[in-house]
């Protein structure tokens, strides 16, 4: 009702080593929670907990409560049988009150592995098992339906009982089966529900279904296809996109506008041949999302468009000709169109220049044959149009075709291996900073080369960086660096010489220290971080700068100075290289300061010597080098004693 959660965390900090909950019932304002040790009962309004049950008559003790079902008598549905509550019986935790059945092949025994749900239909009690649906008739289980696969749960509607498995949604009234609905290929069942007024949902793999006057509604929830954030990009409208994994193990891509995701996958775009989807780019105005074996896609108008050995001529992986493997696509810094790196072709052409009238150069790589054991792996292209691209273990290597595609003459060849230039660390990052210097991550820290056209004079090394296992790098508008660790998530300075923060799963709301993405958005200022346990977004000041002057914004106002907890007043709207002077209202300077780069800068509310200033009206000036543009915005101090 207020939009808060109340964190109840006493299961979760007991000493058992599994302590799932596996479902909830609610009655007479009392949870009964199933949970992989017992059954406890909760009090939801005090949340405090009224009882635990360990073990059931002779079912053995702290093992797994799978459902209960509440008919005047408690049902506990278990891994190891079912159990009664017997008549009368108060003390639920004492083993003797209940009456047990157990699972396996005995005369009396449930023919099953593991009971899962239970039901009071027609005076008959009917238990849902993984070999099918079983009535007790006082001696001896019977089957009651003629399904033997896994029955998942149990309920009565009206004068039906409805029964889901894994892909199935059964009925039964007295004398018929009725299968009322089956799942499409690849989507399981787990729950089942009916409303009062009849309504039918079950939850599944692929959201909730819901079974109304015949007509089925699919509702899945606002939110991405999974929690595996491998790689994301930020396109030039804000737009987040993620890639989910390779191997088997994808979901496809995804996109995420600010209000809504779009999943891109086997189901919601037939067009597409995997969802083996684990990079995503943002380059020559395009969205790129590489597969694992089927090349790469380019998004236009919102369609992917399928680029493979089909039709294209991309090479595969030796021995395999149509196993396409795409690490990489970046734009050509001259608008040549765009750059694909091959993972491992067999005919040893790594780099394909795509133009914009769709022909295609293909350039071989020179020092050693690429194989599935030595391939490419991280890409970049910096200012000066060199392609820079590691190979797995052998350390890093560059081309320059020079502007001259038909000639190969002039085209630049290089490497830094490995055991030389990378103390024999893998190179697992790159980047390009706006002031054109290269960032290099390894497995042990960063490596920088202040001047891309010399990489071999010069290599620098980030401190604050120093020992940590380095997975990707982003730069921000005022050059600063965020650097995805499987420590956190560090913040350093634009030469990497200090820490300006550091944020883990101890210390922010990230959901994992193992930091696999992070990419940010200039133009809010947004740093998004990919974790395989889901995406966080923090909002910094770091907002690329304006083009000219427009409209200058200081919030908030009025502002408060002097307090113990005083924040500095942000001053919006910033071009590059902005001066900003603080004036009073009748023209007296009392700050003057550079701008640190951005479209956002701050002022602490203290004059040259460093004083807060007294309560009144306080012109803000800023204005370029020449001083040509100019804009002002006003604030009321309020100085707190």
């Known amino acids: 009702e207020d939009n808060t959660v ?20 609610i009655y007479d304002d009392i949870a009964y929670v199933s949970i992989d040790f017992g059954l406890s009962l909760i009090d939801v309004k005090s949340f405090e907990f009224i009882e635990s049950v360990l073990k059931f008559g002779d079912l053995p003790s702290s093992t797994r409560v799978n459902s209960i079902n509440l008919d005047n008598l408690l049902y506990v549905s278990h891994e190891n049988g079912f159990a009664v509550q017997k008549p009368n ?32 239909f027609n005076e008959n009690m009917l238990i849902a098992t993984n070999e099918g649906v079983f009535n007790f008739d006082g001696t001896n289980w019977q089957r009651f339906l003629t399904i033997e696969s896994n029955v998942l749960k149990l309920v009565k509607s009206s004068n039906d009982l409805l029964a889901i498995t894994t892909n199935s949604l059964i009925s039964f009234n007295d004398t018929t089966e009725t299968l009322l609905y089956q799942s499409k290929p690849g989507t399981e069942f787990s729950d089942l529900l009916v ?72 189901h919601t775009f037939p067009q597409l041949v995997t969802n083996d989807y684990y990079r995503v780019f943002f380059s020559a105005n395009s969205i790129f999302a590489c597969s694992w074996g089927f090349g ?83 890409a970049e292209v910096d200012d000066n149009n060199t392609k820079w691209f590691s190979i797995n273990g052998e350390g890093l290597f560059y081309f320059n075709e020079n502007g001259t595609l038909e000639n190969t003459s002039d085209d630049t060849w290089g490497r830094m291996n490995r055991s030389e230039f990378f103390d024999n660390r893998d190179v697992t990052a790159l980047t390009v900073d706006n002031r054109n210097e290269l960032w290099i991550g390894t497995s042990l820290g960063v490596r920088i080369i202040p001047d891309p056209l010399r990489p071999k004079s010069q290599l620098l090394s980030s401190f604050p960086l120093r020992q940590q296992s380095i997975n990707t790098i982003a ?55 990919g974790t395989s346990l889901g995406l966080s977004a923090l909002k910094t000041t770091a907002v690329k700068p304006n083009e000219n002057f427009s409209e200058l914004r200081a919030y908030p106002n009025p502002y408060l100075v002097g307090g113990v907890n005083s924040a500095p007043l942000q001053i919006d709207g910033l071009i590059a290289q902005s001066t900003i002077k603080i004036l009073s209202i009748n023209g007296q300077l009392i ?31 800023a204005f370029d080098e020449e001083a040509n543009n100019v804009e002002t915005a006003k604030v009321a101090v309020i100085r707190e004693q």
């Open 591 to 621: 700050k003057e300061f550079e701008s640190v780069g951005g479209r956002i800068d701050s002022w602490d509310g203290r004059d040259e010597s460093g004083e807060f200033v007294p309560t009144g009206v306080y012109l803000i000036v």
């Open 296 to 378: 790469f896609v380019k998004m236009e108008d919102g369609e992917p468009i399928i680029f493979d050995a089909n039709n294209t001529e991309m090479d595969g992986i030796p021995g395999s000709p149509n196993f396409v493997v795409i690490m990489d696509v970046k734009a050509d810094k001259f608008q040549n169109g765009y750059w694909v790196f091959n993972h491992a072709p067999d005919d040893n052409n790594a780099l394909i220049l795509f133009a914009p009238d769709g022909s295609q150069t293909y350039f071989r790589f020179q020092f050693l044959n690429l194989t599935t054991n030595e391939f490419v792996d991280i």
């Open 89 to 120: 019986s108060t003390n639920l935790a004492n083993p003797d009150s209940w009456t047990t059945y157990i699972v396996g092949q005995g005369s009396s025994s449930i023919p099953a592995d593991e009971v899962n749900s239970s039901v009071i």
């Open 6 to 25: 109340k964190k109840i965390l006493d299961i979760n900090r007991t000493n058992n080593s599994q302590k799932a909950i596996n479902d909830i019932y």
């Open 195 to 266: 409303t009062n007024e009849g309504i039918i949902f079950i939850a599944s793999t692929l959201g909730l279904f819901e079974i109304k006057s015949g007509n089925t509604n699919q509702i899945v929830p606002a939110g991405p296809e999974t929690n595996n954030f491998l790689s994301i990009t930020i396109d030039a409208n804000s737009n987040v996109w993620a890639a989910t994994g390779k191997d088997g193990f994808g979901e496809g891509f995804m996109k995420f506008d600010s209000h809504k995701w779009t999943n891109y996958n086997k």
């Open 475 to 529: 730069v921000d508008a005022l050059n600063r660096k965020w650097v995805g660790t499987s420590q956190g998530l560090f913040y350093v300075s634009s030469d990497g010489s200090a820490l300006i923060d550091q944020f883990d799963s101890k210390n922010s709301p990230l959901p994992s220290d193992d930091i696999l993405s992070v990419a940010i958005d200039d133009a809010t200022g947004i740093v998004y971080v």
